[in-house]
């Protein structure tokens, strides 16, 4: 199965999936023909095929992921408000998590809160 994403201002609106023998089977060639498959069924936009095992475009483009078309990868939304992206678009909490414990993000005070084992 072929997974496409529906593209508008940068934003993943709706994700679709494909049969294989719609758009062949191997990425990038599967992308154009995929397309066309899409494009025959009269969805009409902007659809990219995403990788539900994260082999190409980085990530899985869930619906509100963006598109860097810079780097051509989706970007997951933000896990919190707070959290910014680094150059290699991974999200980024205000401070780096503590390395021994497990630990929960804490918005309201912008801090982690150890998590009793």
């Known amino acids: 199965m072929a997974h496409f994403a529906q593209i508008s ?5 709706q ?3 494909i049969n294989n023998s719609d758009c062949g089977d191997t990425f990038p060639a599967s992308e154009s023909i995929g397309q066309g498959f899409i494009e025959s069924l009269g ?3 902007e659809w990219l095929q995403t990788s539900y095992n994260h082999t190409f475009r980085r990530k899985y483009a869930g619906i509100g992921s ?11 939304p933000a ?6 992206l680094d150059s290699d ?7 780096p998590m503590p390395l021994a414990g497990m630990w ?14």
């Open 9 to 13: 201002d940068g934003i993943v609106t």
């Open 15 to 17: 994700v679709i999936v």
């Open 79 to 84: 896990p919190h408000p707070s959290w910014s």
């Open 89 to 95: 678009n991974d999200w980024q909490p205000p401070t």
């Open 43 to 45: 969805l009409e936009g």
């Open 104 to 117: 929960s993000w804490d918005e309201p005070t912008l801090s982690w809160v150890e998590i009793p084992e």
């Open 66 to 76: 963006t598109y860097d078309a810079t780097v051509d990868e989706f970007v997951s």
